[in-house]
């Protein structure tokens, strides 16, 4: 557990990191990504070269006997949710940390996106059960606020329900939202929830894994242990077969959740706990432009 003067470290840390992407890598690529509802008339004003003739106001125009164009400003008031999984899983990492760690940086980046676009942003923790509910909001000490629950928040349970945290957002958010799962999907059974929220919101799951969650170290005999079901089992990782096994069931794990986002018209990406997530959402939202 961090320590108060850790955790205000930290958030300054991730502060200065979190601005420095969302200012120069990620400010036009969120904003083109992610539009608003729709345009509003602003003004007129004179015409000038460039401008597309199909804005011409042409009362205005006849009126003063020089061309006017229409200006239009972009209705943006967007509401971003971050749903956060802060199961025991989360807490496994061998490289460069845990997956935890991984989600809070990317947490704290998509909400200084957010704020840095005027748009609103909130979080709900889940485990098996809704952890903690954060409502959005616009603001800088909004993001902070989130940023120091995303270090310090401990989950009160050790499972997983992503079909819970997806009911709780079907049934508790009205307005359509951008809707950022960061999770390791280690699940089963959510398939119809993440439908019914990908018809309502714009939804974007994030999948954390770990270098060990798809490859086994050939350490021979040893005993692992389920963090959140706490069941053991022992396994001879020197075993090509059994590796080969392993592997293959992330793979299929993997297959699974990607058939299960796309019948669902939601994105998945795809992190490892040593990759660079900043090219892995540049590329993201560049696509989606």
Not at 11 to 17: T, Y
Not at 36 to 50: D, I, L, P, T, W
Not at 145 to 155: C, E, M, Q, T
Request: aromatic fraction near 10%; charge should be positive.
């Amino acid at each position: 557990m961090l320590t108060t003067a850790e955790i205000l470290k930290k958030v300054k840390e991730l502060e200065i990191k979190s601005k420095k992407l969302t200012q120069h890598i990620f400010t036009g690529e969120y904003h083109s990504a992610f539009k608003g509802r729709g345009m509003s008339f602003r003004e007129v004003r004179e015409y000038a070269a460039g401008d597309d003739i199909r804005f011409i106001d042409w009362n205005v125009s006849a009126r003063f006997n020089h061309p006017f164009s229409k200006l239009f400003e972009e209705e943006r008031e967007l509401s971003v949710l971050l749903l956060v999984d802060d199961s025991a899983s989360s807490a496994f990492g061998t490289v460069h940390g845990r997956k935890k760690d991984m989600v809070t940086e990317i947490g704290a980046v998509l909400a200084f996106s957010a704020i840095n676009n005027n748009d609103k942003v909130g979080v709900v923790f889940f485990s098996d059960i809704i952890e903690k509910y954060i409502p959005p909001k616009k603001g800088k000490q909004h993001a902070l606020y989130i940023v120091r629950h995303l270090l310090s928040f401990a989950a009160k349970r050790k499972g997983t329900s992503l079909t819970t945290a997806l009911r709780y957002l079907n049934n508790s958010t009205r307005q359509r939202s951008i809707v950022f799962i960061l999770s390791d999907f280690i699940d089963t059974g959510f398939e119809d929830a993440l439908k019914v929220a990908g018809k309502k919101h714009d939804v974007v799951g994030i999948k954390i894994y770990d270098k060990m969650d798809m490859q086994l170290p050939p350490i021979g005999l040893m005993q692992v242990q389920d963090s959140e079901t706490g069941a053991t089992k022992w396994i001879d990782s020197s075993d090509f077969l059994t590796r080969q096994q392993y592997e293959q069931a992330f793979f299929e794990h993997t297959e699974i959740c990607k058939n299960i986002f796309t019948k669902a018209g939601s994105d998945l990406l795809h992190i490892r706990t040593d990759e660079d997530y900043v090219k892995v959402l540049q590329k993201f939202f560049i696509g989606r432009s």
